[in-house]
């Protein structure tokens, strides 16, 4: 059996690195904005597939739409977020949920830290995988499906980034 892993792709990989060099363009609500959307689209409904009755993930992506939309204070949206850290841990044992429920974190901590934004890659690739392939793949199809789950997530943000943006975020990569 694999040995399951929390993150899937490196970053160092090519496809890491073109991300990387479009959201340093962008400023830091559209770095939210978009890992918000894409989550709520393409992780959320893995996590909700087996946890259905649990809202903490998407009241956490309400709260970062709440607080961009300028309706509810940073400190506010805090406080709802740190439950999918929560709802994280309590997933132990279903490796796609987990893997759901931390990229979700890392998405609604995009309001407070932007470079969590590579969390929803790393963590919503395995989220991917993991419920598409199961946990006993090798390592290349995981490396392959991290690859074009990434490079779906530079095309979603490509779609709605700001050409010339004025304010881009300052960001310091610390992998």
């Known amino acids: 059996m694999a040995k399951i892993r929390k993150m899937l792709g490196k970053a160092d990989s090519p496809y890491i690195i073109s991300l990387m060099k479009l959201i340093e363009t962008q400023?830091?609500?559209?770095?939210v904005k978009w890992c918000n959307e894409y989550a709520r689209e393409n992780i959320?409904?893995?996590?909700?597939?087996?946890?259905?009755?649990?809202?903490?993930?998407?009241?956490?992506?309400?709260a970062t739409s709440e607080w961009l939309d300028g309706k509810i204070k940073l400190a506010e949206a805090k406080k709802v977020i740190k439950e999918a850290q929560v709802a994280a841990r309590e997933a132990e044992g279903n490796s796609a949920a987990q893997a759901a429920a931390r990229a979700i974190a890392a998405t609604t901590t995009t309001i407070n830290t932007v470079t969590?934004?590579?969390g929803l890659v790393f963590y919503g690739a395995a989220a991917i995988a993991y419920s598409s392939v199961g946990v006993n793949e090798?390592?290349?199809?995981?490396?392959?499906?991290?690859?074009r789950e990434c490079k779906k997530i530079e095309e979603a943000?490509?779609?709605?980034?700001?050409?010339?943006?004025?304010?881009?975020?300052?960001?310091?990569?610390?992998?």
């Open 138 to 147: 090798n390592e290349e199809v995981y490396e392959e499906i991290a690859a």
């Open 44 to 62: 959320l409904p893995i996590y909700e597939k087996d946890y259905p009755e649990d809202t903490r993930l998407r009241d956490s992506l309400n």
């Open 27 to 31: 400023s830091k609500n559209t770095i």
């Open 157 to 175: 943000l490509e779609k709605i980034a700001i050409i010339d943006e004025s304010n881009p975020a300052k960001i310091n990569w610390y992998c």
């Open 116 to 118: 969590s934004s590579l």
